[in-house]
């Protein structure tokens, strides 16, 4: 029988994707991050127009984010500790990244923060639609605010080229 050490998490079972076939499984490379209102018009790219970031689905069910606005060297912002919106939190964090665990339910992915690169999200859960395209990867995080104000993160990711790995 396996004991975990102090440093190892405790391992649970939880839903995977269950091969290396699935579709999210494997590196993805950010595209673009945009908000955008209620009829999907964009109303701004918050980490900048180039962006960078990694994304990486493994078979047995973990993932990794990382995303940097490489135009923005400034601190964090005052109040970041706390619940911010995510346009907000772009614009004021250069680098954002978290890792943790994923299940994938249906057209929807569900990550399990195990560390983050802000406090808050250390244990929490963020939940997201996903849609593939060719090599594209939208992720859809919930809408934050309501009626004319509603505003949805698009993240958009592709599969690197054999030769940029």
């Known amino acids: 029988m ?5 440093t190892e998490p405790h391992r649970r079972s939880a839903p995977r994707p269950h091969s290396s076939e699935h579709p999210l499984v494997g590196a993805w490379l950010l595209s673009t991050v945009a908000i955008v209102d209620g009829s999907g018009h964009t109303l701004e790219h918050p980490l900048g127009p180039h962006p960078t970031g990694l994304l990486a689905y493994t078979a047995d069910g973990h993932v990794s984010v990382s995303m940097l606005n490489p135009e ?11 619940p911010v919106d995510t346009a907000t939190l772009f614009r004021t964090s250069p680098y954002l990244g978290y890792a943790g665990t994923y299940e994938v339910a249906g057209d929807r992915v569900v990550h399990h923060l195990k560390v983050a690169s802000l ?3 250390v244990g929490a859960t963020q939940e997201r639609r996903w849609e593939i395209a060719g090599d594209r990867l939208t992720l859809h995080p919930p809408t934050e605010g309501t009626g004319q104000n509603a505003r949805t993160p698009r993240l958009v990711w592709h599969r690197p080229a054999a030769d940029a790995v």
Not at 2 to 6: G, L, V
Not at 72 to 82: H, N, Q, R, V, Y
């Open 2 to 6: 396996h004991t975990p050490s102090r």
């Open 72 to 82: 923005l060297e400034s601190e964090p912002a005052p109040g970041t500790a706390g």
């Open 119 to 121: 406090r808050p999200w």
